[in-house]
Structures are given as structure tokens and as C-alpha cells.
């Protein structure tokens, strides 16, 4: 008698906390975001479509895959390579492992120029450099594929980033390794996740002849992936990754 009892006690408090935690449970949901697609293209054998006269055209990479698409899902180029390509908004190229030359192309597919420079192309908006062989030094080439200027270092590359009025290619920290680097439009500011003892992030002014380090705070992880850094909100904000985590820098 009394285990039917005590059985019958803890049903009755069960179904008591049950009607207790739906009474409590129940209230307007939070407003959610979603996302609907709007179109959506099989880049396995997508039909071309001739752009409209100034119309907007974005670029993507996908596997083995380059092209452009309309903000309407029109894709206007695609183009399948072997080995490796590199692609801006304003031009493509592709090559192979022991490229001595690189053609790059216009988004409508007109030839724009050739890079008669052994190396590894890399587009970045407007700009063209050649990353040399050994990993230490790059070139920057003109408009027509004709080198510009050449750096010259000793140290592997292991990031890199542009803006229309410089480049960063840093070196490294008590190990010389930089895994994310990022210069901001005017150039007036670099940011970078280096080093592999006591790993840091380290944003830097740069005053046209010295860089000097205006904030740096050290990682708890370092490990030797490369990092996301860019400048985002008219460069008044610097996101990077560390470990698993993102983390964003007001500077203002």
C-alpha cells in the first residue's frame, strides 16, 4: 500500500511541474530573422546570359569553377580550369603548377593582357601581382601584365592584402610568421595576427616611413592556420578569427 502511494505522490508532482512549466512557457516568440532564397543556379552546366549595358556583375569561385552572375541570377561567364585561378571584379586569370606565362581576362571574357611572369597570379580588384617561386618575394604588375616593381625578402609570405594606395606582406614576430594581414583603403593602417610564441593581433599606424603599433593584445590559442583579418565600416573596425572565436576592434 504504501509503494502504491508513494508511486501515486511523485505522478501527481510530476503532472504538477509538467502544468506548471507549459503555463510558464507560454509567450509570444521573439521576432526571427529569415531567409528565403530568391534564385538559385546549377553552376554544373549553367546557361550564359549577355549582361545589360552597365549592369552590376559579381564574381565567384566555386571548386574547380569561375564566373560572374547578375544581382538577378544570370550567369554572364563560366569557366572551368585544372589547377588554380584567382578572380576579381575586374579580371580573371588561371594557370598550372609551372606557369611561365598567365593570360587574364575582362568578366566578358576579352583578353586583357598577359603576364609573362613565372610565378602564381594572384587578382585582387584591379591590381595584378606574381607571387615569385621560393615564397619570399612578389611582383606587381601593370595594367597591360608588364612588371611594375618587385619585393624582394627573405621570409616566406604567409599573408597578404592590398588597397588601391599599398600592399602588406609583414614578415613576423619572434617566429616569422604572419597568418592574417589586412591594410586598410587609404593605406594608412595595417592589422595582423602573427607569431607563434604568445600569438598576437597587432594594429599599426603607418605614417609613410615607419609603421608604429597603436593597440596589440595577445591570443590565448596560437596555432598555425592562416587568419581572417579585414577592415570593415570605412575602416573603423578590424574583425579577425582566433581559434574558433570572431572578434571585432572598434578603433573609434
Request: aromatic share 14%.
Amino acid at each position: 500500500m504504501k509503494t502504491k502511494k508513494t508511486r501515486s505522490f511523485y505522478i501527481t508532482l510530476a503532472l504538477i511541474l509538467c502544468a506548471v512549466y507549459i503555463i510558464l512557457a507560454i509567450k509570444p516568440l521573439g521576432l526571427e530573422y529569415q531567409l528565403t532564397p530568391g534564385w538559385k543556379i546549377d553552376v554544373t552546366n549553367p546557361t550564359i546570359s549577355e549582361p545589360e549595358e552597365n549592369e552590376r556583375l559579381l564574381h565567384f569561385k566555386l571548386g574547380q569553377s569561375i564566373g560572374y552572375f547578375t544581382e538577378d541570377g544570370k550567369v554572364t561567364n563560366f569557366i572551368s580550369y585544372p589547377y588554380k585561378s584567382s578572380i576579381s571584379k575586374e579580371y580573371y586569370t588561371f594557370y598550372s603548377a609551372n606557369s611561365s606565362a598567365a593570360s587574364f581576362y575582362l568578366p566578358s571574357g576579352k583578353k586583357a593582357g598577359t603576364i609573362n611572369i613565372s610565378g602564381f597570379p594572384m587578382i585582387q580588384d584591379n591590381r595584378l601581382y606574381v607571387f615569385l617561386p621560393g615564397g619570399s618575394s612578389f611582383v606587381q604588375c601593370s595594367e597591360d601584365g608588364a612588371k611594375a616593381w618587385e619585393y624582394s625578402g627573405t621570409v616566406p609570405i604567409t599573408a597578404f592584402d592590398s588597397s588601391e594606395y599599398g600592399c602588406i606582406s609583414p614578415g613576423g614576430s619572434e617566429f616569422p610568421v604572419i597568418l592574417g594581414a589586412a591594410i586598410s583603403s587609404d593605406a594608412s593602417l595595417v592589422a595582423v595576427v602573427c607569431g607563434q610564441n604568445k600569438q598576437r593581433f597587432v594594429l599599426a599606424k603607418n605614417d609613410g616611413v615607419n609603421a608604429k603599433i597603436i593597440f596589440h593584445e595577445f591570443i590565448e590559442s596560437s596555432d598555425p592556420y592562416q587568419k581572417l583579418v579585414r577592415f570593415y565600416n570605412n575602416d573603423d573596425t578590424v574583425i579577425y578569427n582566433s581559434g574558433r572565436t570572431l572578434k571585432l576592434k572598434d578603433r573609434r
